[in-house]
């Protein structure tokens, strides 16, 4: 007998299992709650939308097919045209021809685009306040972790100081 209380029951690890994965989604639920919260404070605070705001923020790193664009924002191409339209009256983004392909519309953030960009990146306290709180290792450790969820490759193990093989 004194054995069968050696052996863990397999129901009650199953069970803690589950409690582990509600509370870690729970968690996660909660962080993107708080990021989109304040994503659209810091979008309104520049008069954007929260949708233009993640447009703006996207053209930042470079001129998009309006194509990948909506398939980025999960959303039809139609959205995407309507938002960029109130981007470009605005002066924040304009339409260029794809030099491969001439059929192909580039949306691309103009200098004040990019100066939003990087204004509205600066007013997310959410997203960088609490990432400070962690150590390089436990940081790339996170974005590894959340590579994986979303079936991306994790960049490696980080060296003692943190950094990746790809960032040495």
Do not use: W
């Not at 938002?83 to 009256?89: F, G, S």
């Amino acid at each position: 007998m004194a054995a069968d209380t050696l052996v863990p029951d397999a129901r009650s690890t199953e069970t803690a299992g589950d409690a582990l994965d509600v509370e870690v989604a729970g968690l996660i639920g909660t962080v993107v709650t708080r990021y989109h919260e304040e994503y659209e404070l810091a979008a309104s605070a520049h008069a954007l939308t929260g949708a233009q705001a993640r447009v703006l923020t996207l053209l930042a790193r470079g001129a998009t097919p309006m194509r990948r664009l909506a398939r980025q924002l999960k959303c039809e191409p139609s959205n995407v045209t309507g938002i960029v339209d109130r981007l470009e009256t605005r002066g924040l983004v304009e339409r260029r021809p794809d030099p491969g392909d001439r059929r192909v519309k580039l949306a691309a953030a103009t200098e004040e685009g990019l100066a939003t960009a990087d204004r509205l990146r600066g007013e997310l306290g959410f997203a960088g306040k609490p990432l400070k709180g962690l150590t390089p290792v436990e940081r790339t450790l996170l974005r590894d972790l959340l590579r994986r969820m979303l079936g991306e490759e994790g960049g490696g193990e980080p060296s003692p100081d943190g950094t990746l093989p790809t960032d040495r």
